[in-house]
């Protein structure tokens, strides 16, 4: 009994080794080829625009796969996200607070997104996509990238500045996938007056 086991004991255990060596090896590299936000491609002049006086928005919806696969290789629509480009120029005057302004989303049938932030939205990211078992150095490497493109609410806007570029990250009212969103408004809230944007 011992002798015809112990060849399958050899082999499970051989296996075993070559799984892990396998998951490994998978692990080490990137979650995901994020590509550099220097890289990203201009505004779309087709952007929905307000100037306000002292600041001048814009803002273009990510709406296909195509369009997140080529900034983060990663399927954005199917984790129920939708991102929105967004550039603030400053125009004149002294800076702009605008930690308080407030972005809503709304479609067709009114219905409300919910704008999250960079770190809940890579936590859907990676479920959507499958992605369970990784590296902690890689995770950290794909947040810190993403990151990158998370719109700074946090700081004024100055003169100096010019103008400030990023991404607003919505997720579907019911958290399903993402598929061809019609008649999309951005309104912003917490000027002296707000601001409506037809996205699509």
Known sequence: MIRTTLPI???ATRLGVCVLALLNASCNGSLFKVKPVSEIPAMPASAASANVGSLSFRAAPLLTDEATQELFESNLQLAGLLPVRL???HNSGDAVEIRKLKFRLHDEANTEWKLISA???ISRILKANGVFAYNPNSRKTFEKEFRAYEFNLKDPV????GKRHGLLIFLSAKKDPVSSPKTLTLTIEGLAQPVSLKLN
């Open 9 to 11: 004991s050899r082999a």
């Open 87 to 89: 550039e603030i120029a």
């Open 119 to 121: 770190k809940q939205a």
């Open 158 to 161: 100055t003169h100096a500045e």
